[in-house]
């Protein structure tokens, strides 16, 4: 019954609380009249008078292939390392839909699968996709227990050193693992993004390890705010950084030769790193 409130796809799950409560009282009856549960079908009572449509993906088998074998060619024991995939295609033709299919595959891998959305109305918010992605890794690390999260601490105070309000001004989360930080010295505005890029570039290190790769997805990147795509360059071309698949997601009717993404991409590509492409 757990299994079935669980279950992955909602057409597999209770379709209404009476088909819970009716097992529940199945359960019940059994213990009162014979002291065990003895098996049954779950569900076999629930509602299902109702047309649904299944939240299966369809048709995508091929795009989902090549996501996965992007994956194993990160962890695996090819030369590539770190890799960028771009999906691209119209408004509502399923790009988000063929990059969750993977989620699965890959957490059973010991990996981390984090996902952000830049969005049209927040175009001056710098890293706003970045930031709701490591948020979510954030809340992920706290489940883990108590040990987990104290490894964790550790890591990211080598790799922040001194300056790790840097990133709990932007990453407020990080501080429920790390703990108050000191003051950081006021800077220049021009030096500020530099000194945030390489820091953050410190703390995505302490995710992408052999022992468990990451995943990131940034969608929608046809409104990525240029501080975004500057960090995402940075990270694509980073000698150091191993273990990271980057998935970007575009609509590629709304982008052009001239559009700052396609630049930014041409120049990680320049940089020797490996970019591939699926268009839906």
Known sequence: MVMKLLAKTAEDRYQSALGLKADLETCFDQLQGSGKIANFIPGKLDKFGQF???????????????????????????????????????????????????????????GYFIAGKFDQFKRNIPYAALIQAFQELMRQLLTENSENIGIWKEKLLEAFGQNGQVIIDVIPEVELIVGKQPAVPTIGSSESPNRFNRLFQKFIQVFTQKEHPLVLFLDDLQWVDSASLKLIQLLMTDADCKYLLMIGADRDNEVNPAHPTIQTIDKIKQSGALVNNIIL
């Open 52 to 110: 649904l449509i299944p939240q299966k993906l369809y048709g995508r088998e091929a795009e989902v292939a090549q996501l996965l074998e992007a994956f194993e060619r990160v962890v695996g024991n090819s030369q590539s390392k770190i890799e960028l995939m771009l999906v691209s295609g119209y408004s509502g033709i399923g790009k988000t839909s063929v990059v969750n299919e993977i989620h699965k595959p890959i957490v059973r891998q010991r």
